[in-house]
């Protein structure tokens, strides 16, 4: 039986920015009617691949044939990257969460005029229908876009991209991180679509840094590291930890850094009967240089704890005692005073300032100590910047670049970075690891480790099982806002602590 030909050729793929290759002679095929990863850590070339496959950036040399169809890298256009037959759903989608489905769909691909310039919207509303039934999405064109679950948003992107396709086997979808600010349930249902997608001819790329779901959906892998093709192989055999040590070209077994036994040390931190939001009597200690993690459903409490030690939401009742003095109720300022530290969950809106540069972000919370007789020692702040930079292994052009400019791990090193130069007696993580790539996540667990060895006690919480098993030296599940197990040693495991979340109460 004939081959069919490839929906996507990339050969030769070379791109560089001043004396940084991001790309180096990359070369891969992805092939119809299968789901193709693309992995690699910070600074892989993911990004630029994807930049020059939709002609917003020229490479320096390579061809990128779709369907056969050829097309010289160094200069794609994004129209003629349209015409091959290439579309792009990107982890900030261009949709428009106030709109309706239907404005959603056809906006950008130009609205229909009839008699006097007036829109069929009726006409409109059956093509909509029928380009939502086409992608199994069940929901009124008529709807609000915020109105829907996040999964089903994303699809309605999906859709908005390829519904000038005549079929499924046509051109190629590329998913830049699709799932990143999912939670597991829509992860499960987008999943599903695009293993439907795909069983129907549809050729897909699919960007990620969760190995679960490449495990789960890819029938094959293309892992970059440094610019340059480490691997293409099928996705069968292939685990977690082998794809781990693909992408860092080395072993992840230290990723695990073992808890210290049963040996107790001094209380940090002390919580008794703490009610906030949903914690209903909550008890908690965390010992001098301890990492102690927090598992739990959601609406368990799990980051009401963190936000309740750092002044975010006052207690109702009960109380909270860092080093042996009771915390005081002066907010943010005064958990910060008593040496706590913070790392909320959402980067973006919460922990970092894209707008503002690398140096202002690393500097927010310590302002104080660059001036001098009311005047703000620019060039000692940037030389102390600088080296906050290398100690804590974030990649940027410069202090001065801007903080969106970095990649999403480096952006978490700075925010990690920017609290771990304060020497905290307590550091608060939420959701660590979220959004990065396996080996941004051993980089960041590096310099905490560093941290507690110099005494820092760690509080996280974490969705995922398998880092809190690995790193912590005890977890507690939370249920109904109280602590009803606490898991160390040899029983600790991303399996037990999967059966302790689900344990009815």
């Not at 693309?38 to 930049?51: A, M, P, R, V, Y």
């Not at 794809?243 to 040996?263: C, D, F």
Request: aromatic fraction near 4%.
């Amino acid at each position: 039986m004939t081959e069919p030909t490839p929906a996507l050729q990339v050969g030769g793929l070379t791109k560089s920015f001043g004396a940084t290759r991001a790309l180096d002679g990359v070369s891969f095929t992805a092939r119809p009617g299968t789901i193709h990863a693309l992995l690699g850590g910070n600074g892989s070339g993911k990004s630029t691949l994807i930049k020059i496959l939709a002609g917003v950036q020229p490479a320096d040399a390579g061809v990128v044939r779709v369907a056969g169809r050829a097309l010289d890298a160094r200069a794609i256009s994004p129209v003629q990257a349209r015409e091959l037959g290439l579309r792009f759903v990107h982890q900030q989608t261009s949709t428009f969460a106030e709109l309706s489905v239907l404005e959603n769909l056809f906006l950008g691909h130009g609205f229909d005029t009839g008699f006097g310039f007036r829109v069929p919207w009726r006409r409109l509303r059956a093509r909509a229908e029928s380009l939502l039934g086409r992608f199994h999405i069940e929901v009124d064109p008529g709807t609000r876009l915020s109105d829907l679950r996040p999964a089903t948003q994303t699809m309605v992107a999906i859709a908005r991209a390829l519904q000038d396709q005549e079929g499924a086997h046509e051109g190629v979808l590329v998913l830049d991180e699709p799932t990143a600010s999912l939670p597991a349930p829509e992860v499960a249902v987008l999943l599903a679509a695009l293993r439907r997608f795909a069983a129907a001819g549809q050729a897909i790329v699919y960007v990620t840094h969760r190995l679960d779901e490449v495990l789960e959906v890819a029938d094959t892998v293309t892992v970059l590291r440094d610019g340059r093709l480490v691997e293409t192989r099928p996705r069968e055999g292939l685990t977690r930890v082998a794809l781990s040590e693909m992408i860092m070209g080395r072993s992840v077994a230290a990723l695990s850094t073992g808890a210290r036994g049963e040996g107790a040390a001094p209380a940090m931190l002390r919580l008794r009967d703490v009610h906030a939001g949903p914690l209903r009597g909550l008890d908690l200690e965390v010992g001098e240089g301890e990492v102690v993690g927090i598992a739990g459903l959601l609406g368990s409490g799990r980051s009401t704890v963190l936000r309740a030690v750092f002044g975010l939401v006052p207690p109702a009742r009960g109380t909270i005692e860092i080093d042996g003095r009771r915390l005081a109720s002066s907010g943010v300022r005064g958990a910060m005073r008593a040496g706590i530290a913070f790392v909320p969950e959402d980067r973006a809106r919460e922990g970092s300032f894209a707008g503002m540069t690398v140096l202002e972000n690393l500097s927010m919370p310590s302002t104080g100590r660059w001036f001098r007789a009311g005047r703000l020692r620019h060039r000692a702040e940037a030389r102390q910047a600088a080296a906050d930079l290398r100690s804590h292994r974030v990649k940027a052009a410069s202090v001065h670049a801007a903080m969106g400019s970095l990649s999403g791990g480096n952006q978490q090193k700075v925010v990690v970075a920017r609290w771990l130069t304060r020497a905290p007696r307590l550091l608060l993580l939420d959701e660590p690891s979220q959004g990065i790539d396996v080996g941004a996540r051993f980089e960041i667990w590096e310099l905490v480790r560093r941290a507690t060895a110099a005494g820092t006690a760690v509080l996280v919480v974490s969705s995922d099982l398998e880092e809190l098993a690995g790193v912590c030296d005890r977890v507690v599940v939370l249920r109904g806002g109280r602590v009803r197990a606490e898991v160390r040693g040899g029983d600790l495991s991303e399996t037990h602590l999967e059966h302790l979340i689900q344990e009815a109460p």
